[in-house]
């Protein structure tokens, strides 16, 4: 016969300390701590893979941290694998001056690429050039490709000069002294110096530089065929006037790829100078002549006015004769001749 035992009996069941309480207030209890236990459970189940594989990799992240990263809407994947990358590479995780996981979270939520970083360290490391974290971060905020910078600064980039993405132009035009036009194309050699990569001037200040200098030292040329004959005396004038200062470069050398001879520049200018001396002379003759005829007018005009008062004269004479002879000054002699 089956015994049925008190409620009192089967507390410890069902929670004891709880429904000794009274009803609703253990009822609410038992919700409660179920409710704490499932969170709890979600928790484990959403970190603790991550927890764990921060724990076997010595990662030192600890579970609030990564509850944290949560509520501070931080990619927690991406900082682990970040600090797993750095660890495994040997680098410095100290929280004070390493990668430490409230840097890697501040770096993140400024904007920056948090892996990138990581790799560009890794890579300097691999290449013994001086890169910490802070001079990596600083660099990727400042806009710049902190990974490529040190590819870069490893192997040397080729710059062209001009370049035709972002000027439409393949050659440089120059004019040397004879008046001779030479279309020069060059190729300069770069390196990244990290040391002025934060603030200092970007590929467009080297083309435009090396193109200025390219163009003065065949202006300076008494000749086209003296830079024909030797093209490397304009690259050595060229690295000689250090183009890269305050730029984020290192120039390593300039190559002239291509010259091609173009028109005769001092030639046409003077043809055409003279042809504007040709047209001034005519207009000059032009002036002149209009000036004869002008002149040959207005003497025409004296002459019909000097004729006007001649005949005016003449017909003043009758009447100076009449004049005379009503007032019995004027007579005639023998012979007929009035007097």
């Known amino acids: 016969m089956i015994q049925i035992l008190p409620i009192a009996d089967h507390a410890w069941f069902f929670g004891a300390p709880f429904l000794a309480l009274g009803g609703p207030l253990a009822v609410a209890l038992i919700v409660v701590c179920v409710f704490a236990m499932a969170v ?18 010595r990662a030192a992240i600890t579970f609030p941290s990564l509850i ?7 990619n927690s994947t991406m900082i682990l694998n970040a600090k797993i990358m750095a660890v495994q590479s040997g680098i410095s995780i100290d929280r004070q001056h390493g990668v ?3 840097r890697l979270e501040a770096h993140y939520l400024a904007g920056g690429d948090v892996m990138g970083v990581i790799s560009a360290i890794i890579a300097s490391q691999r290449a013994g050039i001086d890169l910490d974290f802070d001079r990596a971060s600083a660099i990727d905020l400042a806009g710049r490709d902190v990974l490529d910078a040190v590819r870069t600064s490893v192997q040397p980039k080729v710059i062209d000069c001009p370049d035709p993405a972002r000027s439409g132009k393949t050659t440089l035009s ?3 002294k004879n008046g001779v036009e030479l279309k020069i194309r060059a190729r300069v050699t770069v390196r990244t110096n990290l040391e002025q990569l934060i603030g200092g001037a970007t590929e467009e200040t080297i083309i435009a530089r090396v193109g200025e200098g390219i163009i003065t030292s065949i202006g300076s040329s008494t000749s086209h065929l003296q830079v024909l004959e030797n093209p490397d005396r304009i690259s050595r004038a060229v690295l000689d006037r250090g183009l890269d200062a305050q730029t984020a470069f290192e120039i390593v050398s300039i190559d ?3 010259i091609d001879v173009g028109e005769n520049i001092g030639a046409r200018l003077q043809a055409d100078q003279a042809e504007a001396d040709t047209r001034v002379a005519r207009a000059k003759a032009e002036q002149r002549r ?14 019909a006015e000097n004729r006007s008062r001649l005949v005016l004269a003449e017909a003043e004479v009758p ?13 005639t002699v023998d012979g007929g001749a009035a007097t």
């Open 174 to 176: 120059a004019i040397s």
């Open 100 to 102: 430490s996981t409230q």
């Open 256 to 258: 002239i790829a291509d």
């Open 68 to 74: 944290g990263m949560g509520f501070r809407q931080v």
């Open 40 to 57: 709890v459970g979600i928790v484990v189940l959403a970190y603790g893979k991550m927890w764990f594989q921060a724990y076997m990799s």
């Open 290 to 303: 209009a000036e004869a005829v002008a002149r040959e007018q207005e003497m025409k005009a004296k002459v």
């Open 319 to 331: 009447k100076s004769m009449a004049d005379a002879f009503r007032r019995g000054n004027l007579h």
